[in-house]
């Protein structure tokens, strides 16, 4: 109860007291209150689905709302992994230039961030995202490359192309 009332920005009194109203209204308990916290009730488990299907229309009005131009988009937050957030850190500049309007926000994250809950704008991830709803392209290819020094390579220096990749020991 703790975790999910500092999550709200409530105490956990106050968050007990709303939750045991709103299971009042219901008519059923969402969650069991056992000693060792809280468990999901089978109704509790119907209800934060509605919920969530009502968060994702909700974000999908809103996204119509900024389709037809009533919001001005005034940040762009792009979500990538550490490596690529360095190469888009300085091309942005000149980009920023161009465009002083909008502030750019680089979201550096291992994990992608949820697109229906506005978290980011734009991803830049080598595997397509299992969201659906989303416009993907593919904008470029990376290639990465393996080196090492002479002293460790087994062969004295050069790998041969199509050398089995065993030999070598990774960290």
């Not at 992608?112 to 506005?118: D, I, L, Q, S, V």
């Not at 980011?120 to 397509?128: G, H, P, Q, T």
């Amino acid at each position: 109860m703790r975790s999910a009332a500092a999550a709200c920005d409530l105490s956990a009194a106050t968050l007990s007291r709303r939750l045991t109203e709103l299971e009042r209204r219901l008519g059923e308990p969402l969650i069991d209150r056992v000693p060792s916290g809280c468990a999901v009730t089978a109704f509790g488990q119907r209800v934060l689905a509605w919920a969530e299907q009502m968060e994702v229309l909700a974000h999908q009005i809103e996204r119509a709302g900024d389709v037809t131009g009533s919001h001005g988009l005034d940040t762009v937050r792009i979500n990538a992994v550490e490596w690529m957030s360095y190469i888009l850190m300085k091309l942005l500049g000149s980009f920023q230039e161009r465009f002083p309007e909008l502030a750019i926000e680089v979201l550096t994250s291992q994990q992608p961030y949820n697109f229906a809950r506005r978290e980011a704008d734009i991803a830049i991830w080598s595997e397509c995202p299992d969201e659906g709803d989303l416009y993907v392209r593919r904008i470029g290819k990376v290639r990465f490359g393996l080196y090492a020094s002479r002293d460790y390579s087994p062969q004295g220096g050069h790998q041969e192309e199509g050398m089995e990749q065993a030999v070598l020991r990774w960290l």
